[in-house]
């Protein structure tokens, strides 16, 4: 009996920390050209632990991140968007990932 209450309480204390944990949504100035860019984008950031969901409108090329602040912060956030090949706000995509785009994805790939 004592270890069904015990069982019942842990459970109790993890859906109140679980619910306690507060979400955050940013949104992020990034350097996408096409919709092929929001694929990626979206991905990278999605497979991120602690993002609840992101999605990046094309047009103004802002991507809305909703997260766990206590799980993810910003700056990682940033640095995935950055290996993917983009710029995030102030901070650049690495060389790496800009290698790795596709020619209409790299800056000004559409003017081209």
Known sequence: MKKLVLSILISI???????AAELETVKINTSAECDECKITIEEAVNDLSGVDSCSLDVPTKVLTVTYL?????????R???NRAGY???DTKATKRGLRNLPDCCKPGGMKK
């Open 87 to 89: 710029d995030a706000d």
């Open 79 to 81: 640095e995935a968007i």
């Open 13 to 19: 204390i993890t859906v109140i920390t679980v619910f």
């Open 69 to 77: 602040a206590d799980d993810i912060d910003l700056a990682t956030i």
